[in-house]
T-cell receptor, first 115, second 114 residues
Framework: NAGVTQTPKFQVLKTGQSMTLQCAQD?????MSWYRQDPGMGLRLIHY???????DQGEVPNGYNVSRSTTEDFPLRLLSAAPSQTSVYFC??????????????FGPGTRLTVT | SQQGEEDPQALSIQEGENATMNCSYK?????LQWYRQNSGRGLVHLIL?????REKHSGRLRVTLDTSKKSSSLLITASRAADTASYFC??????????????FGKGTHLIIQP
């Protein structure tokens, strides 16, 4: 299994541009999340999904959109990039379920710079 | 807002020594998890402890949880150079038991000196 994959690894955008960060998992996990990691801030939850067709906002959703059309994919869209969105973005998935096994599997991250 | 806060922010010890990191959180939780992040990489799950557990072991890792004090500790015994990384605690406060997304602390940066 490839686990959780993210593309691209690095991206530079100009202010106002839009783009989509890709995330895919091959573990048949129902739950997927997007986090951003900033220096000294830890990880903050942007959006999450509990299954195909179901998404919800996390702690810092402004400026980002998500959709979940399949179990495998959970893309994150930046609508109009701003310098404040310069960060490292991590996608994660987890099994969830009644056995309480909520370990999250993280992708390698996308380092985004907005100039 | 950050739910968990790790302490210390940075820790430097000699190889072979034990490393202890602490995590405090604010609200009631269903479970608490610890993750490791090597420089430039994604996070890797280390251990999960549920709110009704007080202690858990996994290899050289020992985690304790004190729900009355809203705190947890991670002990790494017989440290190795490869343990150099940032360590994060993460909590869930949702009725879903954390599957919807976790709240992470800012991390402890651990350096193991050879």
């Amino acid at each position: 299994n490839a686990g959780v994959t993210q593309t691209p690894k690095f991206q530079v955008l100009k202010t106002g541009q839009s783009m989509t960060l890709q995330c895919a998992q091959d573990m048949n996990h129902e739950y997927m999340s997007w986090y951003r990691q900033d220096p000294g801030m830890g990880l903050r939850l942007i959006h999450y999904s509990v299954g195909a067709g179901i998404t919800d906002q996390g702690e810092v959703p402004n400026g980002y959109n998500v959709s979940r059309s399949t179990t495998e994919d959970f893309p994150l869209r930046l609508l109009s990039a701003a310098p404040s969105q310069t960060s490292v973005y991590f996608c994660a998935s987890s099994y969830g379920g009644w056995d309480g096994n909520y370990e999250q599997y993280f992708g390698p991250g996308t380092r985004l710079t907005v100039t | 807002s950050q739910q968990g806060e790790e302490d210390p922010q940075a820790l430097s010890i000699q190889e072979g020594e034990n490393a202890t990191m602490n995590c405090s959180y604010k609200t009631s939780i269903n479970n608490l998890q610890w993750y490791r992040q090597n420089s430039g990489r994604g996070l890797v799950h280390l251990i999960l402890i549920r709110s009704n557990e007080r202690e858990k072991h996994s290899g050289r890792l020992r985690v304790t949880l004190d729900t009355s004090k809203k705190s947890s500790s991670l002990l790494i015994t017989a440290s190795r150079a490869a343990d150099t990384a940032s360590y994060f605690c993460a909590t869930d406060a949702s009725s879903g038991g954390g599957a919807d997304g976790l709240t992470f602390g800012k991390g402890t940066h651990l350096i193991i000196q050879p």
